[in-house]
């Protein structure tokens, strides 16, 4: 069963502070994902990863950064977290190539953050 | 410009009867993929069925199947028999085939079904 696991579930910051998402997965997927979610909006894309070492910016990459050290970890970084970052955030993880099964996504179960 | 749009914020539907939740969306390639996740409410979000844009026939997993209408730019999600614990948000998304071979999707701002006893 494939896995995606997300730390911390919740997450209560202060305006300005440095916050970390941390993400981790077991299923030896190349690619990895930083998705927010808001009313409305559905599943916004922040920064993707298809391996060690790589990061690239999504629709949404202003005032976040990503960190990939390694095949299973996958970080999401709030430098200066602000009030409009409240959000849930979620963790994927898929497998590259152009066939369609392989494009189907496993998601960690999300992080509630709030920047007060 | 958005990619992907599902018009219907919230559906609400009696138990064991039918529902389908429309999804349009918008690419210039001539082949790309199509896919629908549910979101529970405890918040985990699992992938359901996909239609891939060169297949004619339209997919069909457990009681879940796929309305592609590719004229229209539209790809609806029909539960038949549904069940409670069919209530959740259902999202629609695309992968452009012609973009970045990551897997990378758009997604559809979802609707929220609620199947009553």
């Known amino acids: 069963e494939a896995a995606v696991t997300q730390s911390p579930r919740n997450k209560v910051a202060v305006t300005g502070g440095k916050v970390t998402l941390s993400c981790n997965q077991t299923n030896n997927h190349n690619n990895m994902y930083w998705y927010r979610q808001d009313t409305g909006h559905g599943l916004r894309l922040i920064h993707y990863s298809y391996g060690a070492g790589s990061t690239e910016k999504g629709d949404i990459p202003d005032g976040y950064k990503a960190s990939r050290p390694s095949q299973e970890n996958f970080s999401l970084i709030l430098e200066l977290a602000t009030p409009s970052q409240t959000s849930v955030y979620f963790c994927a993880s898929g497998a590259p190539g152009l066939g369609g099964f392989q494009n189907t996504l496993y998601f960690g179960a999300g992080t509630r953050l709030s920047v007060l | 410009a958005q990619k992907v749009t599902q018009t219907q914020t919230s559906i609400s539907v009696v138990e064991k009867t039918t529902v389908t939740m429309d999804c349009v969306y918008e690419?210039?390639?001539?082949?790309?993929?199509l896919f629908w996740y549910k979101q529970t409410a405890s918040g985990e979000i699992v992938f359901l069925i996909r239609?891939?844009?060169?297949?004619?026939e339209n997919a069909t997993v457990g009681h879940y199947s796929l309305n592609f209408q590719k004229p229209k730019s539209s790809i609806g999600l029909i539960i038949t028999a549904t069940q409670i614990e069919d209530s959740a948000v259902y999202f629609c998304a695309m992968r452009e085939v012609g973009g970045s071979a990551l897997g990378r999707l758009h997604f559809g701002a979802g609707t929220q079904l609620i199947v009553i006893p």
């Open positions: 690419t210039r390639d001539s082949s790309y993929f």
């Open positions: 239609q891939d844009s060169y297949k004619k």
